[in-house]
């Protein structure tokens, strides 16, 4: 049952007969810069002075912050004095939707990338008021809500518009709203919400421009919403994307990563992008604005998306971190291993020369933080630490709260690979105190290989400044260029694997977050062992220091034949991991991505078919 409309204003609820985008061109144009329809389509929902900056750059001027200021006053004043020669108009059916839905007892509110202003005026001409307002009593449409860009800290995409309006009408579960917008970071602000989001079509975004957003629901107008079916769909991520000529795969990938996604996550890579669009710069926002919010992370935090695979983004941190020691910044740094994710930590301190130690404990057993505690008490000349949060090699869950609190008593940078965790394990990185987490596109996000990412503290990334002794994995300078260019990377970037984790982050909150996915991978590895021990094959690792990600199995019998055990099994639709264990032979099974308890069933079934022990 939905609670709470949020809609959008100008091109949505609002016909301003296109003045907001003539008054955008005038004022961006008057610096000199030439402006495409599709980049003021693309810009139009953003708060304006960041539609400005981006416009003037597109437009072929150099934004800086004063010249967009100056442009934002001059795009009011023009706005402004065109509202009162040819006042605002409601579009056709909006007055009357929105009293449908207060008459059911459903709240409304509008949000905008205007300031206040601009909205006041408007508002009035149109006889709309707000509860609690003198006017109230008088007006031709009493709103519960309305929230402009001065009221949050940034606009479209980020979530903050519609979160505002939920605090401000008492509404607190985001998939009870319903978010309404006629362009593409109105969509995406509704997704990021974790609201249903609906795309309409009375601005100047065509069908198939919106449809890549992902909406839930695509509107002729906001006078259809009324008409809506009461309850939320089932998965926002199927709805809009095409999956209809997307294969099947030829077997489930029983790994910890890459791992079998889903066909719409595979969908969205059947385009091809451009890295300067500002839709794709915006899509590259959003996902940097999703992670953020996964990890329970606010502003003095941010989100650093780095190309390649996890280990490239492991040693963009330790070597920007670490690198470049001098008497003023030194670096020293200790490692606590427990599987070879842990040990290529040390490997890549020692390529880079940088001065650390690494406490091993072994394949079979979690990180013992007092040892560590004791090999601190001892030396005080660490700077950093560092530990694999689930250690891949076995699936052991190694105690991430106890070497937080660790790092925090002894003043160390804390450094986290969460590689195979985030996502899949619930976590809330600011509360923990993590000055850098690391993980992947092609884990418990579910999307496929070609990106790492950093969430880190805003004051440790700038400790980095000129430490990295890489051009490329320069993690301070690949943040300044995602932040400079709002959303542009500085090389390359894999487009299609950027689509495809933006669609793979919106199924992951269609399924019920993070701690809704959890639940499914421990009902995958609890189904796992107990089916496995069924058959004769026990895991390695106690069950109290299992992880739900991956888990290692010993063979059977000396003579066990993994290789042909891992042949009958593809054949039978499963592929599987070796082991990496030097004390025992095992093999792995992984229990994350797009798989059920009845996969995991599936497989029982076949091991027991194809049995030699």
């Keep these: 049952m939905i609670e709470l409309a949020v809609l959008d204003m100008a091109g949505t609820t609002v016909d301003d007969g296109g003045r907001v985008y003539d008054a955008l061109r005038q004022a961006v144009e008057e610096t000199g810069a030439t402006v495409a329809q599709k980049d003021l389509q693309d810009w139009m929902g953003t708060d304006k002075v960041t539609a400005i900056i981006n416009l003037m750059q597109l437009g072929g001027v150099e934004p800086t912050d004063e010249a967009a200021q100056k442009q934002f006053l001059r795009f009011k004043q023009i706005l402004s004095e065109s509202y009162r020669a040819h006042p ?19 709240k409304v509110a509008l949000t905008t990338g205007f300031d206040r202003d601009v909205v006041s005026p408007l ?19 009493v709103l519960d809500a309305v929230v402009t860009t001065d009221d949050v800290s940034a606009g479209r995409p980020a979530p903050y518009l519609v979160q505002r309006a939920m605090e401000r009408t008492g509404t607190v579960d985001a998939h009870r709203v319903l978010v309404a917008g006629d362009t593409v970071v109105d969509v995406m602000a509704g997704r990021n919400a974790g609201a249903i989001s609906c795309a309409v079509l009375t601005g100047g975004a065509t069908r198939d421009v919106l449809r890549n957003a992902s909406p839930h629901h695509i509107l002729e107008s906001v006078a259809e919403i009324p008409n809506l079916p009461a309850t939320r769909p089932e998965c926002s991520g199927t709805c809009n994307v095409d999956a209809t000529f997307v294969p099947d795969n030829d077997y489930l990938l029983l790994t910890p990563g890459p791992l079998s996604t889903t066909k719409t996550v595979r969908a969205a890579m059947l385009r091809d992008w451009c890295t300067w669009d500002a839709d794709y710069k915006q899509l590259t926002e959003s996902v940097r604005s999703d992670l953020l919010a996964l990890a329970q992370c606010g502003d003095d935090h941010s989100v650093i998306l780095m190309q390649g695979s996890g280990t490239f983004a492991v040693e963009s941190v330790i070597g920007s971190t670490l690198g470049m020691a001098d008497q003023q910044r030194p670096g020293k740094l200790l490692v606590l291993a427990n599987g070879a994710y842990g040990r290529r930590i040390a490997q890549i301190a020692a390529h880079l020369r940088i001065a650390h130690e690494i406490i091993d404990f072994g394949d079979l057993t979690p990180v013992n933080i007092e040892t560590a505690r004791q090999k601190l008490a001892e030396d005080h000349s660490f700077t950093h630490a560092a530990m694999v949060h689930c250690e891949t090699t076995t699936g052991v869950l190694n105690p991430l709260r106890e070497f937080c609190a660790m790092t925090r008593e002894h003043d160390l940078t804390c450094i986290v690979d969460a590689m195979s965790s985030f996502g899949g394990v619930p976590m809330n990185v600011a509360d923990l105190g993590i000055d850098f987490l690391i993980s992947s596109a092609n884990k418990c996000i579910q999307g496929v290989p070609g990106f790492g990412f950093v969430i880190a503290r805003r004051d440790a990334l700038e400790n980095t400044a000129g430490r990295s002794t890489s051009l490329s994995l320069d993690l301070y300078d690949q943040w300044q260029g995602l932040e400079n260019g709002h ?6 970037s894999p487009t299609h694997v950027v689509h495809s984790f933006a669609q793979a982050l919106v199924e992951l909150t269609a ?3 993070v701690e809704v996915r959890h639940e499914r991978y421990r009902s995958n590895q609890q189904r796992l062992i107990k089916r496995f021990h069924d058959a004769g094959l026990d895991a390695v690792i106690a069950p109290e220091a299992q992880s739900p990600i ?8 000396p003579d066990f034949d993994f290789a042909a055990f891992y042949e009958d099994l593809k054949q039978e639709g ?9 004390e025992v032979d095992t093999f792995r099974i992984g229990t994350i991505g797009e798989v059920y308890p009845d996969d995991v069933d599936r497989l ?4 027991v078919a194809h049995r030699k022990w």
């Design 487 to 492: 959303g542009k990377w500085r090389f390359t």
């Design 123 to 141: 508002l009035a001409s149109l006889g709309w008021a707000v509860v609690g307002q003198e006017d109230a009593e008088q007006a031709v449409i």
């Design 574 to 582: 499963f592929v599987i991991y070796p082991g990496k264990v030097s």
């Design 88 to 106: 605002p108009i409601e579009i056709g059916g909006a007055a009357a939707m929105l009293r449908e839905l207060q008459s059911r007892g459903i």
């Design 604 to 607: 029982a079934d076949a091991v």
């Design 511 to 513: 399924e019920g977050g």
């Design 550 to 557: 991956i888990t290692a199995f010993g063979y059977p019998t």
